[in-house]
């Protein structure tokens, strides 16, 4: 029998920070908001918390260390979900980012609420050590099993979740991240190739982001041909995390230029000619969607996630993950190459973008699966 939903209801979404909600879930929150939902943000509150306010987000603040593992800490984080849930009784939660999506799940499931989770990326706990990865594994095994639907970015990190156990094919889905707005990253009539061009990186300056052999590459560059090198980011505290001494003494050598943090990545793009991402693994790297949508050619790394996101010889360039000399190779064949193919790659990038990194192709997704889960529900409460 078919129920219609009664009534809009509350919605948890559990990340890390509320940075990463604002920056990564915004078209979700205003869908969601537009529907009549309530919408509640649990994560670690930062000054993006007063921009969750504005939507319309009730902030909910949960401290969330994401740096590593703590048998305590994490227990603590445990109740402390379960607490919450119980108490707010939401509808559904969504579940981002690895704690949330471990914990956040597990408490879920003793609340009897439905979680959808969203695997981005497989993160330190997959490529650190064997002991931290059978740890994080098992934790998955005990967080997944129950939800109603578990997101992956790329069909590489689906396919290993499948193969260990830990998600059911009826659960797991593939998304193309958190979309990307083609309006507001759109192609610009300038073509900024001139004769030092532009590489940027745009990231966490974390060692399994590949930004030491950005650094490492872009000294071998220098050393044959006039290049300008860019990193927008800003050392931070984290297990991987690239020592702020390291990353001055690149600066020191002139090797590369690092301008900081930045709440809009578009003007680095734009003034960018190619967006470079050497990571180790990714979800789906937005800032190579980013990239694409606006019409710049990419260098990434062929590993899983950036292979989804770039069409080797296409829309840019795949090079051998943790090698500096491979990833200067594929620089200097961006500048060696003539000026119509290196367009060429930016408009297929864009073409790309369109086809199948949509923002509202994302959304729809969610929406899909929550209003299964109010059917449901609805359906429950009239029998």
Not at 194 to 213: C, N, Q, Y
Not at 250 to 278: H, K, M, Q, S, T
Not at 347 to 367: L, N
Request: net charge neutral.
């Amino acid at each position: 029998m078919q129920c219609a939903p009664k009534m809009a209801a509350r919605i948890l979404l559990a990340a890390n920070s509320t940075w990463n909600l604002v920056n990564f879930r915004s078209p979700i929150i205003r869908e969601l908001r537009g529907r009549g939902f309530e919408v509640i943000a649990a994560a670690s509150v930062d000054e993006w918390a007063t921009t969750l306010e504005a939507m319309g987000v009730r902030v909910e603040p949960i401290e969330v260390d994401s740096g590593g593992f703590s048998p305590v800490a994490d227990a603590l984080l445990l109740i402390r979900y379960y607490r919450m849930i119980k108490g707010l009784a939401p509808a559904a939660l969504l579940a981002f980012t690895p704690k949330p999506n471990i914990y956040g799940s597990i408490a879920a499931r003793w609340a009897q609420v439905p979680v959808i989770n969203t695997i981005t990326g497989l993160g330190t706990g997959f490529l650190s050590g064997p002991l931290l990865r059978k740890l994080v594994v098992n934790l998955y095994r005990l967080a997944l099993p129950s939800s109603a639907r578990v997101f992956f970015h790329n069909d590489e990190d689906r396919e290993l979740f499948l193969r260990l156990g830990l998600v059911r094919a009826d659960q797991a889905a593939v998304v193309s991240g958190s979309g990307i707005d083609l309006q507001a990253f759109a192609p610009s009539d300038a073509d900024v190739f001139d004769a030092s061009p532009t590489f940027v990186f745009i990231g966490r300056l974390l060692r399994d982001k590949g930004v030491v052999e950005f650094a490492e590459a872009a000294r071998l560059v220098k050393a044959q041909r006039s290049a300008h090198f860019q990193i927008v980011g800003v050392p931070e505290r984290h297990p991987k995390a690239v020592a702020p001494e390291l990353a001055e003494s690149w600066v020191r050598e002139g090797v590369v230029d690092i301008l900081g943090r930045a709440e809009d990545v578009r003007p680095y793009i734009r003034r960018a000619d190619c967006v470079v991402l050497p990571s180790y693994r990714e979800g789906l790297p937005r800032v190579i969607l980013e990239a694409s949508a606006m019409g710049k050619p990419v260098i990434a790394a062929d590993v899983p996630g950036c292979r989804q996101a770039v069409d080797d010889g296409v829309t840019g360039l795949l090079c051998a993950a943790r090698s500096s000399q491979a990833l200067a190779d594929v620089m200097l064949s961006i500048l060696d190459m003539p000026r119509e193919r290196r367009l060429e790659m930016g408009r297929k990038g864009r073409e790309k973008a369109q086809r199948e990194f949509s923002e509202e192709s994302v959304v729809a997704s969610y929406v899909e699966v929550i209003e299964q889960i109010q059917r449901s529900r609805d359906c429950w409460l009239q029998s």
